[in-house]
């Protein structure tokens, strides 16, 4: 039975590659009874979606800064030089 921290690092791991048949077998035996894992799963996958469409947005060049914002960053940026 993989312990709470190895089923973290397996779920954390199946975000970017496919996991074995047995470690899938093995996390998904454990987030049947453990709570804690499962939540901590579906807040990863939250922000996975959440990152992936702020990506989009941005990429899509729909997010304009206010005039204002843009020239107190610019303003702090001239600042640190």
């Given at each position: 039975m993989l312990s709470c921290k190895e089923v973290s690092l397996l779920t954390s791991k199946s975000m970017d590659t496919t996991l074995t048949r047995r470690e899938r077998?093995?996390?998904h035996?454990?987030?049947l009874y453990c709570r804690g894992c499962t939540r901590f799963r579906d807040q990863l996958q939250f922000l996975r979606r959440a990152a992936q469409?702020?990506?989009k947005t941005l990429s899509a060049g729909t997010v304009r800064l206010p005039a204002a914002a843009r020239d107190?960053?610019?303003a702090a940026l001239r600042r640190e030089r």
């Open positions: 077998l093995a996390v035996l454990h987030l469409r702020s990506s107190r960053i610019q």
